[in-house]
């Protein structure tokens, strides 16, 4: 069961009282920390402001994706950043998520785009998580990149998020680190960048919004979620085995109406994993931008009464998105129906989750493209969601698996050799 401390801060930061492509498959996007700085304007020693955190939430609105948990950074009510570059500004926009303003970057320059702030006294962030709000307007799909210097840029944590390229809506970017370099002190953060640059084929001018940045209670250890898509059936006959040679349960994010047809898992297998300690949670297989708005709630709704009246009712409360596709109309049908829910994002993630929505998720199918944020997320308390579909063949033309069973155990025995604990996404928020 949650503590009620965690159930309460999780409940708190929805604003209630105290890869995925049909292979649901993309790239891990991160920023290599030891990226050339240069043609970054300052050096970072020259102040942009000096205020202590600011606590509490007072008065103000909490609008999902803001949250009301922990501390409040900036507000951004006052702008003190500088644009990171000479072809960027940096200014004060009367469109906020929370308050009166929030921060608008703009340039006409394709490659990046950001901010920074510096903290000239420097600032104590240890044990503490960060996490803002963020809208990008162009380009998409993009790619938004947290920087924080500890105290400078030869010891630093980089946090990249993968954005969607229909989602142009607030997005809570909770910092789970893809990168580090040299020995970072939290206790000592000089400096914060933020930037986007574009993803894929992406392209035009860099235009976003940066709100409601905060530090919350890190967690006291790291955690991972196995993942597995679309109800293949070697899902049950191959990876449950597998995990339970080392207790571990799973997640089956399943399409109601595939079950029971070959190649697929059926009622009964579903029940089974369950009593399991699985989740057995949604995953219809209806890109959900391209339906007819006055039907998308029904058909969420459908998907998550078909499994909570026939599997699970824990499971239902959780949804992932197909072929990595959201838009802003959808993810706030999304939040009518489910609990949380799930997108590829290529990070690590705050565990327990802060807002709940479009949690990222990453590949699972190689232990050495992982081990770095598995690493990070075991250090820093943080949560690593992995995704696969089936485990076994990959070879055969009506194959639906996309990892060897070899493949697989590669990536169980890299998390089992870290200070990391597995769990579903239920243990994750109610724990």
Same mark, same amino acid.
């Given at each position: 069961?949650?503590?009620?401390?965690?159930?309460?801060?999780?409940?708190?930061?929805?604003?209630?009282?105290?890869?995925?492509?049909?292979?649901?498959?993309?790239?891990?996007?991160?920023? #290599?920390?030891?990226?050339?700085?240069?043609?970054?304007?300052?050096?970072?020693? *020259?102040?942009?402001?000096? #205020?202590?955190?600011?606590?509490?939430?007072?008065?103000?609105?909490?609008?999902?994706?803001?949250?009301?948990?922990?501390?409040?950074?900036?507000?951004?009510?006052?702008?003190?950043?500088?644009?990171?570059?000479?072809?960027?500004?940096?200014?004060?926009?009367?469109?906020?998520?929370?308050? *009166?303003?929030?921060?608008?970057?703009?340039?006409?320059?394709?490659?990046?785009?950001?901010?920074?702030?510096?903290?000239?006294?420097?600032?104590?962030?240890?044990?503490?998580? +960060?996490?803002?709000?963020?809208? =990008?307007?162009?380009?998409?799909?993009?790619?938004?990149?947290?920087?924080?210097?500890?105290?400078?840029?030869?010891?630093?944590?980089?946090?990249?998020?993968?954005?969607?390229?229909?989602?142009?809506?607030?997005?809570?970017?909770?910092?789970?680190?893809?990168?580090?370099?040299?020995?970072?002190?939290?206790?000592?953060?000089?400096?914060?960048?933020?930037?986007?640059?574009?993803?894929?084929?992406?392209?035009?001018?860099?235009?976003? @919004?940066?709100?409601? +940045?905060?530090?919350?209670?890190?967690?006291?250890?790291?955690?991972?979620?196995?993942?597995?898509?679309?109800?293949?059936?070697?899902?049950?006959?191959?990876? @449950?085995?597998?995990?339970? *040679?080392?207790?571990?349960?799973?997640?089956?994010?399943?399409?109601?109406?595939?079950?029971?047809?070959?190649?697929?898992?059926?009622?009964?297998?579903?029940?089974?994993?369950?009593?399991?300690?699985?989740?057995?949670?949604?995953?219809?297989?209806?890109?959900?931008?391209?339906? #007819?708005?006055?039907?998308?709630?029904?058909?969420?709704?459908?998907?998550?009464?078909?499994?909570?009246?026939?599997?699970?009712? #824990?499971?239902?409360?959780?949804?992932?998105?197909?072929?990595?596709?959201?838009?802003?109309?959808?993810?706030?049908?999304?939040?009518?129906?489910?609990?949380?829910?799930?997108?590829?994002?290529?990070?690590?993630?705050?565990?327990?989750?802060?807002?709940?929505?479009?949690?990222?998720?990453?590949?699972?199918?190689?232990?050495?493209?992982?081990?770095?944020?598995?690493?990070?997320?075991? *250090?820093?308390?943080?949560?690593?969601?992995?995704?696969?579909?089936?485990?076994?063949?990959?070879?055969?033309?009506?194959?639906?698996?996309?990892?060897?069973?070899?493949?697989?155990?590669? =990536?169980?025995?890299?998390?089992?050799?870290?200070? +990391?604990?597995?769990?579903?996404?239920?243990?994750?928020?109610?724990?």
């Amino acid at each position: 069961m949650k503590s009620p401390q965690n159930r309460r801060r999780f409940l708190a930061a929805l604003g209630v009282g105290t890869a995925t492509l049909a292979g649901c498959m993309d790239v891990i996007g991160s920023t #290599d920390p030891d990226a050339d700085d240069e043609d970054e304007g300052t050096n970072g020693n *020259e102040t942009g402001g000096e #205020d202590e955190n600011k606590s509490g939430s007072g008065n103000r609105e909490i609008v999902a994706p803001a949250i009301e948990a922990g501390d409040l950074v900036d507000d951004f009510e006052a702008i003190e950043w500088n644009p990171m570059h000479d072809h960027t500004t940096v200014s004060s926009d009367e469109e906020a998520l929370v308050g *009166e303003s929030s921060m608008l970057v703009e340039s006409e320059n394709e490659d990046a785009a950001g901010a920074f702030r510096v903290f000239s006294e420097g600032q104590d962030f240890s044990g503490k998580d +960060l996490s803002f709000a963020v809208r =990008v307007e162009s380009p998409l799909p993009a790619r938004v990149v947290l920087d924080v210097r500890a105290p400078g840029a030869s010891d630093r944590l980089v946090s990249a998020r993968s954005i969607p390229g229909e989602f142009d809506g607030w997005l809570r970017v909770e910092g789970g680190y893809t990168g580090k370099r040299g020995e970072p002190n939290l206790g000592n953060v000089q400096e914060i960048r933020i930037h986007v640059e574009p993803r894929g084929d992406a392209e035009g001018p860099i235009r976003f @919004r940066i709100d409601d +940045l905060r530090v919350t209670e890190r967690s006291d250890q790291g955690k991972v979620i196995l993942t597995f898509d679309d109800a293949v059936e070697s899902q049950y006959t191959t990876a @449950r085995p597998m995990l339970e *040679e080392r207790g571990w349960p799973g997640v089956a994010a399943i399409i109601p109406g595939s079950l029971n047809q070959p190649g697929r898992l059926n009622i009964d297998q579903c029940r089974q994993l369950r009593d399991a300690g699985w989740d057995v949670s949604a995953h219809p297989h209806t890109a959900l931008p391209e339906m #007819d708005p006055d039907e998308r709630v029904d058909y969420l709704q459908n998907a998550h009464d078909y499994i909570a009246n026939r599997i699970s009712e #824990d499971g239902a409360r959780h949804y992932f998105a197909p072929y990595n596709r959201m838009d802003a109309d959808s993810i706030a049908d999304v939040r009518e129906v489910f609990e949380t829910s799930f997108i590829f994002g290529g990070q690590p993630n705050v565990a327990p989750p802060l807002d709940g929505h479009m949690l990222p998720r990453v590949n699972g199918h190689d232990a050495g493209s992982i081990a770095s944020m598995l690493d990070l997320a075991a *250090e820093y308390g943080q949560v690593l969601t992995l995704m696969v579909h089936g485990v076994g063949d990959t070879e055969s033309e009506d194959s639906r698996n996309d990892v060897t069973e070899e493949d697989f155990e590669a =990536v169980l025995d890299a998390i089992e050799s870290r200070d +990391l604990e597995v769990t579903t996404v239920s243990g994750l928020i109610d724990d």
